[in-house]
């Protein structure tokens, strides 16, 4: 069975910094690509960032220079490392496994 599980999101102040993480099941993440994606209210869900196994590594241009997604093969984890992060930046963060296998979500709110 497929898992991915994430933790990391909160409550944090413009300007401040986070860090996601995504414990997969070993099956998905040796062998397929991982990102985050993020739905905020009433929009739809987008790609935030995506990262190969090889570590090759794609950001939507709204977090370019701010976001860092990075994996440790060893743990079957990926990290999403959010700094500078502004109000927009506001919504549900999902794990993405292979491009179909889906996180529960974890909430990131910023604002003072």
């Known amino acids: 069975q497929v898992q991915l599980v994430e933790s990391g999101g909160g409550l944090v102040e413009p300007g401040g910094s986070l860090r996601l993480s995504c414990a997969a099941s070993?099956?998905?993440?040796?062998?397929?690509?991982m990102g985050w994606y993020r739905q905020a209210p009433g929009k739809e869900r987008e790609l935030v960032a995506t990262i190969t196994v090889r570590g090759n590594t794609n950001y939507a241009d709204s977090v370019k220079g701010r976001f860092t997604i990075s994996r440790d093969n060893a743990k079957n984890t990926v990290y999403l490392q959010m700094s500078s992060l502004k109000p927009e930046d506001t919504a549900v963060y999902y794990c993405?496994?292979?491009?179909?296998?889906w996180g529960q979500g974890t909430q990131v709110s910023v604002s003072s």
């Open positions: 070993a099956t998905i993440f040796r062998f397929y690509y």
């Open positions: 993405n496994g292979a491009g179909q296998y």
